[in-house]
């Protein structure tokens, strides 16, 4: 997983890939570390799909103007429309398998 920065351009990250994968979190927040950490394991078999960690302490323009109130929050874009954006409690396994799935049509 790509720790996002100040020097990252979102919208160009979102329309250069097919499928893009972005956690917001924040430094005290432990769901959002294990979801980092589980994001990228996952990663090691879909090396093809880019994932951003955007800390919300950094980046709290960017959040705001997408509209993100809380962490963690994961959105899937998918040719560059948002495709699912699940915040607080929510199934991980489901998401990635629904980005694996995509992931295999698109192929």
């Given at each position: 997983?790509?720790?996002?920065?100040?020097n990252?351009?979102l919208?160009?990250?979102?329309?250069?890939?097919?499928?893009?994968?972005?956690?917001?979190?924040?430094?005290?927040?432990?769901?959002?570390?294990?979801?980092?950490?589980?994001?990228?394991a996952?990663q090691?078999?879909?090396?093809?799909?880019?994932?951003?960690?955007?800390?919300?302490?950094?980046?709290?323009?960017?959040?705001a103007?997408?509209g993100?109130?809380?962490?963690?929050?994961?959105?899937?874009?998918?040719?560059g429309r948002?495709?699912i954006?699940?915040?607080?409690y929510?199934?991980l396994?489901?998401?990635?398998?629904?980005?694996s799935?995509?992931?295999?049509?698109?192929?």
């Open positions: 997983m790509i720790d996002f920065t100040k990252d351009d919208n160009k990250i979102i329309s250069d890939n097919d499928i893009a994968i972005i956690q917001y979190g924040t430094a005290t927040c432990m769901p959002c570390h294990s979801i980092k950490n589980r994001i990228t996952w090691e078999d879909h090396k093809d799909i880019p994932a951003y960690y955007v800390s919300l302490e950094e980046n709290m323009e960017i959040a103007q997408r993100i109130l809380s962490a963690p929050t994961v959105e899937v874009y998918i040719e948002l495709s954006q699940k915040s607080g929510f199934s396994d489901e998401i990635l398998e629904k980005v799935t995509v992931s295999e049509q698109m192929k």
